[in-house]
């Protein structure tokens, strides 16, 4: 039991840190912390049997009511199935079936009184209707999800929710036949953590690896700001000297040429290449210094269809008649967001794409919403990306381009933008298929 019980703190804990305001995770959080609350006073019922009887079965029934709205709720939440104010009806109304179940058990003195003969059915059948609730709106909720990313996340969801919320409602369903499961409960918390820190980690579950990714964002910058910050410095003082030292050689030169014909021709050329060299070099690390600062955001509430209508009109202009646009775009709500910031990501993706293609093909832009957020996505029929590179192509200096004018930084610096805003970009893509990056902002 004590196993069991470190185990849900623990689990709580982490998924509550993960990100606070998201109320599909507090709802998970709160449902293993009244979990912890039930062993806890399972333990204290056999540790100090002197504790008066009222009190533990008060404590239980509200434990277990806790519990399952918690879970129920995490389901509806979680599943997107749901608008907010029809959630907040399904809370009241199981607030509301939740009373009645008080009034249906009745609190005699007798110890443990909801598992006591057969005054533990109403709260076992208010825990299965709960329960119920949240694993079939996980079920119906990857059942209709049509984006690739989206519905392994939800499968993965899947695998940790579904066996938590079957097993504990099987230990409830079968207590009333006088079998006691929840004796074994240690063995699921064990199983839950194990599949929680093993597939969070690795592929993504209940937000984890999306905290890490951003962890590994932060510690990825903190480290190129300080390496780069020295390196700029000593070639910008370096590459100065060299500017100098060509700029007063020409001008000696010309002043006082000591030869004419080819051979001062040549030379004149020579030191203008260098010098072209330097300018190069200069504007390649402001480029990288621009990449690599601390991004800040300015949120305003704004509307990103202009922003990506603007984007498209400036592509369509550069990119010549091999490349066909198809638009996509449905109306969608104002949400806050940086405007400059963003409209910079969305032209950096575009350019990827029409590269991509090598400025031959289709790309095909979408704007739509869910539930929870706005959604950009940027599809192109080029070459597709391998599936080695797919992990890579966020991090700094990393590029499946060639070309001395691509620093590997521009979907890093997209992703610390989206990261900023709270929201997401991802991409699904095969070898000779094409790309589909999703930019995903929240309502």
Not at 46 to 52: A, F, I, R
Request: positive net charge.
């Amino acid at each position: 039991m004590i196993t069991a019980f470190v185990i849900a703190v623990v689990l709580a804990t982490i998924v509550l840190w993960i990100n606070p305001r998201d109320s599909r995770l507090r709802w998970f959080s709160i449902g293993i912390f009244a979990a912890s609350a039930c062993i806890a006073i399972y333990c204290l019922d056999h540790w100090y049997p002197q504790m008066p009887d009222i009190w533990v079965n008060i404590l239980t029934f509200l434990t277990d009511g806790a519990f399952a709205i918690s879970l129920g709720m995490f389901g509806a939440a979680y599943s997107d199935l749901f608008p907010k104010r029809q959630r907040t009806r399904l809370l009241l109304a199981g607030l509301l079936l939740l009373a009645i179940v008080w009034l249906l058990t009745p609190l005699t003195p007798t110890r443990m009184i909801n598992y006591d003969g057969y005054n533990e059915v109403p709260m076992v059948l208010f825990v299965c209707v709960c329960l119920t609730l949240g694993i079939v709106s996980l079920i119906v909720a990857y059942r209709r999800e049509s984006h690739l990313y989206k519905r392994i996340e939800r499968l993965l969801t899947n695998l940790l929710a579904l066996p938590l919320l079957s097993g504990v409602m099987i230990s409830y369903v079968v207590y009333v036949f006088g079998i006691d499961l929840f004796q074994y409960n240690y063995i699921l918390a064990i199983v839950i953590l194990i599949l929680f820190l093993t597939i969070g980690v690795k592929k993504g579950i209940l937000g984890v690896k999306i905290k890490i990714a951003m962890m590994k964002a932060d510690a990825s910058q903190d480290a190129l700001k300080g390496g780069a910050g020295f390196i700029n410095h000593t070639i910008k003082n370096e590459v100065g000297k060299i500017d100098i030292l060509l700029h007063q050689l020409k001008q000696t030169f010309e002043a006082n040429p000591p030869h004419s014909g080819p051979a001062a021709a040549e030379i004149t050329e020579m030191v203008t290449l260098a010098s072209g060299s330097v300018l190069h070099i200069q504007t390649m690390m402001r480029k990288v210094n621009e990449k690599i600062k601390t991004i800040e955001v300015k949120l305003e509430k704004s509307n990103i269809a202009p922003i990506v209508e603007h984007c498209l009109i400036q592509l369509e202009k550069v990119s010549g008649q091999d490349v066909s646009v198809i638009r996509e775009l449905q109306a969608v709500p104002d949400v806050y967001m940086d405007p400059v910031h963003i409209r910079e990501v969305v032209m950096n993706v575009l350019g990827n794409a029409v590269e991509s293609m090598d400025r031959r093909g289709v790309l095909t832009v979408a704007l739509s919403e869910t539930s929870k957020t706005v959604v950009l996505q940027i599809r192109d029929s080029g070459k597709g990306i391998e599936a080695a590179a797919l992990p890579s192509i966020f991090e700094p200096f990393f590029s499946t381009k060639n070309g001395s004018d691509h620093f590997g930084l521009g979907l890093y610096y997209c992703q610390n933008v989206m990261m900023k805003h709270g929201g997401a970009i991802d991409v699904d893509s095969s070898p000779g298929l094409g790309s589909c990056f999703y930019i995903r902002l929240k309502k």
